[in-house]
């Protein structure tokens, strides 16, 4: 539970996620790390819709999720993206939740492959 914050309970945790996830900008900020780290204005470009301050608010959401850490070097900002809470909330739900579909439509496969 690294990416978890200290003395933050699982819950909590679960709900900045599903927060930070909710939104389409943050979504697509995290689309933009996940192909490497970039910078806060690199960020910025790639959401030309939108003002730095909200970008910066986005971020903030995205960093108290644990979804993006930030460092800074000189004068830049780069964001970095942290799947370990995304794993999390997988392994959490979406896996517990879609194994007995997964299965349900196995045997029906199964049914209809036997039957002609």
Known sequence: MASRKRNQPAADQDDAVFKALANADRRKVLDAVHAGPQTTGALCEALPHLDRCT?????RTLEAAGLIISKKRGRSRWNYLNVVP????????IKTYAQPAA????????ALEQDP
Not at 55 to 59: K, S, Y
Not at 86 to 93: K, L
Not at 103 to 110: M, P
């Open 103 to 110: 299965a349900q439509l196995a045997r029906l496969q199964r």
């Open 86 to 93: 995304i794993q999390q909330v997988y392994e959490r739900w």
């Open 55 to 59: 970008v910066m608010l986005h971020l």
